[in-house]
C-alpha cells in the first residue's frame, strides 16, 4: 500500500486460490486471494521492510514493517511463496481458479461463483 515493499515475478501467474481459513481471515479482514510463485521467480524490492510472523512451525507471512499491509504467506523449506493478488500493481492477466478450506469461511457471505472448492 505504501510502496515501501514492492515485488515483480518473472513467471506467468498461476490462477489464484481464494482462502477462506481463519488466519487468512483474520489477518486479511475477510479470505485471501494470493498465488504460488517460485522463488527463483520472484524479485522483493525493500525487502528488509518485510517483518515475518510465524503463523505455524510449517508458514510464516509476510507484512509491510510500515503500512501492515499483508503480502507474502510463505511454506517453510519449499522452493515457493504465495504472493497477494491484492498488492499487484498491475492487471494479472489471470483469474481466481479455486476456494480453499472453505469449511472455515464466514458466516457472513455465500460462494456462489461455480468454481471449485476444497472444505481444506
Given at each position: 500500500m ?5 515485488f ?5 501467474l498461476?490462477p489464484?486460490?481464494?482462502c477462506?481459513?481463519t488466519?487468512c ?11 504460488n ?6 524479485t522483493?524490492e525493500?525487502e528488509d ?9 510449517k508458514?510464516?507471512r509476510g507484512f509491510?514493517?510500515t ?15 504465495a ?5 499487484m500493481?498491475?492487471?494479472?492477466q ?7 478450506f472453505v ?9 456462489a ?8
Amino acid at each position: 500500500m505504501c510502496g515501501t515493499v514492492r515485488f515483480t515475478v518473472s513467471e506467468p501467474l498461476h490462477p489464484p486460490d481464494a482462502c477462506h481459513c481463519t488466519q487468512c481471515r483474520k489477518q486479511s479482514g475477510h479470505f485471501w486471494a494470493s498465488t504460488n510463485v517460485q522463488h527463483d521467480a520472484i524479485t522483493i524490492e525493500g525487502e528488509d521492510n518485510v517483518t515475518w510472523f510465524q503463523a505455524s512451525p510449517k508458514v510464516r507471512r509476510g507484512f509491510c514493517s510500515t503500512c501492515g499491509s499483508f503480502l507474502f504467506w510463505e511454506p517453510i523449506g519449499k522452493a515457493r511463496i504465495a504472493v497477494s493478488m491484492g498488492a499487484m500493481d498491475s492487471a494479472t492477466q489471470t483469474h481466481l481458479g479455486i476456494h480453499i478450506f472453505v469449511a472455515d469461511k464466514g458466516d457472513y457471505y455465500q460462494i456462489a461463483d461455480g468454481l471449485p472448492q476444497k472444505d481444506q
